[in-house]
C-alpha cells in the first residue's frame, strides 16, 4: 500500500519563500520519476509543475515556476523537496507529491494522491 505524506505549507506573504517535502512509502522510490503537481481550486486539474529523474541529475519545471521553485530528492529518505520561493498569489494552490509518467510538459501522476498541502499567497 503506498502512502503519500505532503507537509510544509501554510499562509505567507507574497515574495516569501516556503519549502514543502514529500514522504512516499510503499513504493520502490528511487525507480520513479517523482514531481509535484498543483490544483488552484477544487475540481479543477491538477497541474505537473515539476518533475525529477530518478537519480537527480535531471529536472523538470513548468513556465510558471521556473526560475523561482527547485526540486530535489533523497532517495535514502523516499522524500522528495520543492524549494519556493518569489511566491506570488497565483501560486496560491494545494500542493501535491506524486510519481510521474514523464519528465516533461504534461505530466500526470503515477501513484495516488496524498491529502496535500495548502499554501496561499497573501499580497
Known amino acids: 500500500q503506498i502512502e503519500v505524506v505532503e507537509s510544509g505549507g501554510g499562509l505567507v506573504q507574497a515574495g516569501d519563500s516556503v519549502t514543502l517535502s514529500c514522504t512516499i512509502q510503499?513504493?520502490?522510490?528511487?525507480?520513479?520519476?517523482m514531481g509535484w503537481f498543483r490544483q488552484v481550486l477544487p475540481g479543477k486539474e491538477r497541474e505537473g509543475i515539476s518533475?525529477?529523474?530518478?537519480?537527480?541529475?535531471?529536472?523538470y519545471y513548468s513556465d510558471s515556476v521556473k526560475g523561482r521553485f527547485t526540486i530535489s530528492r533523497d532517495n535514502t529518505k523516499n522524500t522528495v523537496i520543492l524549494q519556493m520561493s518569489m511566491l506570488t498569489r497565483e501560486d496560491t494552490a494545494t500542493y501535491y507529491c506524486?510519481?510521474?509518467?514523464?519528465?516533461?510538459?504534461?505530466?500526470?501522476?503515477?501513484?495516488?494522491w496524498g491529502q496535500g498541502t495548502q499554501v496561499t499567497v497573501a499580497s
Open positions: 510503499g513504493l520502490s522510490f528511487g525507480r520513479y520519476i
Open positions: 518533475c525529477i529523474s530518478q537519480n537527480g541529475s535531471s529536472t
Open positions: 506524486a510519481a510521474c509518467d514523464r519528465l516533461g510538459p504534461g505530466a500526470k501522476p503515477r501513484t495516488v
